[in-house]
């Protein structure tokens, strides 16, 4: 298995700046433990938490809680010394909540075509279990994608965040490529988010735009929240564009960017935090 688990701040947008130098930062007097008045919240320092998740060392932490880049549960910090927990307040970093918590983890992998979207199967089919191996205790994917479909999967060993994201009611975005037989018809982004019926009831998608036409063929983004099976492929076919390729590029805010098919990395702490956030945890 090709597995690809890029450091996390490779991949946090609003982390540009932050210092990686954890341990060659100079002591700041104001890391210096203060007494607990009894009447500071109990919990770690609000500095130390943003430490350890990798924002920057705890001098640059204090930096930017005195800059006001800093949230916790929504509300904006500018005191030093403030004292969170962990397992429950929710933080963030201009605006970018970040992931503390350690127990915990969520994986991104484009799948290839081919493999079953299930962690075991009795017929010996390559499955995502088998790409995952022993890569962390509890995983499971989210959501399906069927064994002809390629792209983004994620998965993760929070029950919750992995059933908030596949529930309908949360309206979670899915974005896809397809490779269609035809010319697109003019009006058809219109009609689409209008909504067509299908046999098992009325879709309507969110977003639809043509990327590319050449030679009888066509590339189109498809962009909805629906969740039944072979939707995408059915949805266009009655529609007269009968998809030959489909590959899923985008599960909310999280991107298959240029992973390469069959690799896997690790969500950063922001990604994390921005589809929590997206689901309400």
């Known amino acids: 298995m090709n597995t690809a688990t890029p450091d996390d701040e490779t991949t946090t947008a609003a982390g540009e700046g932050w210092s990686e130098d954890m341990e060659l930062a100079p002591v700041h007097p104001s890391d210096r433990e203060r007494e607990d008045t009894g009447e500071e919240r109990q ?3 609000l500095q130390k938490v943003l430490a350890r998740a990798g924002v920057g060392s705890r001098r640059v932490s204090e930096d930017l809680i005195e800059a006001g880049r800093i949230s916790v549960n ?10 969170v927990d962990p ?3 929710k933080i963030a970093v201009d605006g970018v909540r970040i992931e503390i918590r350690d127990d915990r983890v969520t994986y991104a992998m484009n799948k290839p075509p081919g493999v079953i979207t299930a962690m ?4 010996n089919r390559p499955t ?7 890569l ?15 792209g983004l999967l994620l998965l993760t060993n929070d029950g919750e965040l992995a059933h908030r994201l596949a529930h309908p009611s949360y309206e979670v975005r899915k974005t896809y490529l397809a490779q269609v037989s035809g010319s697109v018809p003019r009006d058809l982004a219109r009609r689409l988010r209008a909504g067509v019926q299908l046999d098992d009831g009325p879709v309507k998608v969110d977003a639809f735009r043509v990327v590319d036409t050449h030679a009888g063929q066509s590339v189109v983004e498809v962009v909805l ?10 949805l266009l076919a009655h529609v007269g564009l009968p998809v030959s390729r489909l590959t899923r590029t985008a ?14 990395r690790k969500l950063s702490r922001a990604e994390v935090g921005a589809i929590e956030e997206l689901v309400g945890l």
Do not use: C
């Open 74 to 83: 929504g509300a904006q910090v500018r005191v030093q010394g403030m004292r």
């Open 128 to 134: 995502v279990g088998d790409m995952v191996g022993d």
């Open 87 to 89: 397992a429950v307040d």
């Open 136 to 150: 962390a205790k509890g995983l499971t994917h989210v959501g399906r994608l069927d064994q002809d479909t390629e």
């Open 120 to 123: 075991s199967d009795d017929r």
């Open 251 to 264: 599960i909310g805010p999280i991107e298959l960017r240029a992973m390469r098919s069959g690799t896997i």
């Open 225 to 234: 929240h629906e969740g039944r099976k072979h939707i995408v492929r059915r």
């Open 43 to 45: 919990g770690e320092r």
